[in-house]
T-cell receptor
Framework: AQRVTQPEKLLSVFKGAPVELKCNYSYSGSPELFWYVQYSRQRLQLLLRHISRESIKGFTADLNKGETSFHLKKPFAQEEDSAMYYC?????????????FGSGTRLQVQP | EPEVTQTPSHQVTQMGQEVILRCVPISNHLYFYWYRQILGQKVEFLVS????????KSEIFDDQFSVERPDGSNFTLKIRSTKLEDSAMYFC?????????????FGSGTRLTVV
């Protein structure tokens, strides 16, 4: 069975502070990991995926297979980063396309 | 930018009634999905659909649920005989191809309230 755990329901930081949103997963095969973001009153949208190793809006995430983690980081938080963040997993190369989501972390960036 | 459109945005129905949730995926996408999120809980996969048939479904997607692509543009989720616990936000999504690399494009959701 696959599982995604986001231990923090809420993370509150001040503008300019570093941010780390935690994500741990459980999966027996090769995982494909994503971060999705939902800004207030907007739809879920893809933020980044581990396989492309990109940085979007200053966010990065590195897959650590040893620790089974895919934490989302940003060195300096901005107020516009306030949103709900979801970590999600699928099985790489399995042909399955269903995503397993974590329960989400609400990021509040205070001025 | 192309969007996935869902209607209605909010539907209230009585327990035991049938509801149909509608979605218009992005026109050149080939894979379609339904997810739901009960208030305060995780986003959960229900079903994926490709080439006019279900390609995957979760244990949530039982005989009460069905999906259809009736006319080549709409993608519908039908819930027969709704129960109180079906109250949730239902999200439709689509992807262009088999790989997940481009990520899902989600609709803005339909909030279903069963009373």
């Amino acid at each position: 069975a696959q599982r995604v755990t986001q231990p923090e329901k809420l993370l509150s930081v001040f503008k300019g502070a570093p941010v780390e949103l935690k994500c741990n997963y459980s999966y027996s095969g090769s995982p494909e990991l994503f971060w999705y973001v939902q800004y207030s009153r907007q739809r879920l949208q893809l933020l980044l995926r581990h396989i492309s190793r990109e940085s979007i809006k200053g966010f990065t995430a590195d897959l650590n297979k040893g620790e089974t983690s895919f934490h989302l980081k940003k060195p300096f938080a901005q107020e516009e980063d306030s949103a709900m963040y979801y970590c999600a997993l699928s099985g790489l190369g399995t042909g399955r396309r269903a995503l397993t989501f974590g329960s989400g972390t609400r990021l509040q960036v205070q001025p | 930018e192309p969007e996935v459109t869902q209607t209605p945005s909010h539907q209230v129905t009585q327990m035991g009634q049938e509801v149909i949730l509608r979605c218009v995926p992005i026109s050149n996408h080939l894979y379609f999905y339904w997810y739901r999120q009960i208030l305060g809980q995780k986003v959960e996969f229900l079903v994926s659909f490709y080439n006019n048939e279900i390609s995957e479904k979760s244990e949530i997607f039982d005989d009460q649920f069905s999906v259809e692509r009736p006319d080549g543009s709409n993608f519908t989720l039908k819930i027969r005989s709704t129960k109180l616990e079906d109250s949730a936000m239902y999200f439709c999504a689509s992807t262009a191809g088999g790989a997940l690399m481009e990520g899902y494009t989600f609709g803005s959701g339909t909030r279903l309230t069963v009373v």
